[in-house]
């Protein structure tokens, strides 16, 4: 991959009922060039939209692939993938990083009535989690917008060591100093 691709990477951290959304556009090159902040509600429904509206917000032509940390934010706030690529135009790959079978007994276990159908069938219409060896570590990733080889690439690319692609790791961090500017 070429060094100039961009990527942005979603990431969160949340502290009470407020969560907040960090985006770091960041270079295949590994030079980080753009930031944009955002927020969710925890425990809520509006993930999806707080990353499209990032997106949005952040308007940059050149970011070729958005990059998810996770598939449920704040507390079970599911992203639909597929609702994101429509609307942002661009691949989208969600990258976990702990082996699980999946959401569905958590969600169970914590919710019901509409609030669990509502997640429920977000979640079911996701595609399906695959394992992926970057460097010395397993990652497991969902992709919408390009072939699974693709998206393999695309993480390796942005990974330079461990298995936190790069994107992911600048935006997690922004959302923590971000989340401790704002308590402080």
């Known amino acids: 991959m070429k060094s100039g691709v961009r990527a942005l ?3 969160e951290s949340y502290r009470g009922d407020a969560s907040t959304l960090a985006g770091a556009v960041t270079r295949a090159s590994r030079v980080v060039d753009g930031f944009v902040f955002g927020s969710c509600t925890v425990g809520g429904t509006d993930a999806t939209d707080a990353v499209v509206d990032l997106v949005a917000r952040l308007d940059r032509e050149d970011v ?3 990059l998810l940390a996770g598939m449920a934010l704040s507390w079970y706030n599911v992203l639909d993938l597929n609702r994101i690529q429509a609307a942002v135009e661009r691949p989208v790959v969600s990258v976990t990083f702990e082996e699980s079978d999946g959401l569905e007994d958590a969600l169970d276990a914590e919710f019901s009535g ?3 159908a509502r997640r429920r069938d ?3 219409d996701q595609p399906p989690r695959r394992e992926l060896a970057v460097n010395d570590q397993t990652v497991f990733v969902r ?3 390009m072939d ?3 998206a ?3 993480v390796r690319a942005f990974t330079p060591e461990g298995g936190r ?3 992911l790791r600048v935006a997690r961090l922004a959302a923590r100093a971000a989340d401790e500017w704002r308590d402080a």
């Open 122 to 124: 977000v979640y079911r």
């Open 148 to 150: 699974e080889r693709e």
């Open 114 to 116: 509409e609030e669990l």
């Open 152 to 154: 393999g690439d695309v």
């Open 143 to 145: 992709s919408v917008g």
């Open 165 to 167: 692609p790069e994107p």
């Open 9 to 11: 990477g979603v990431a």
């Open 64 to 66: 070729r692939y958005v």
